[in-house]
């Protein structure tokens, strides 16, 4: 998967939890994670550090939210391996 396809969904599941969440608040964790996430993807090269910490963070808490957001966990976790591989392979570059 290209970045571009990454930066997509991350936009996509900001949405969704957006709505999802409407009126919880910016302090409410999965919504305060969705929106770090997709910001990480606005950016070039994709920040590999902040990526790593917003997945630690996600998981810490993943059980204490509904299934949704722990699904989300999963999807960032796989997404930032599959990165972490290709910014290996490239010498260090995410684009």
Partial sequence: MTTRIYREDAIKNLELFEKR???????FLPLSIARRWARVFQ???IDMDELARIVREAEKEQNRYEIAFYA???DMRRIYH???EDFLKKGHSTE
């Fill in 82 to 84: 599959d990165l972490w």
């Fill in 21 to 27: 969440f409407e009126g919880a608040g910016d302090e």
């Fill in 43 to 45: 950016n070039e090269p």
């Fill in 72 to 74: 989300f966990c999963n």
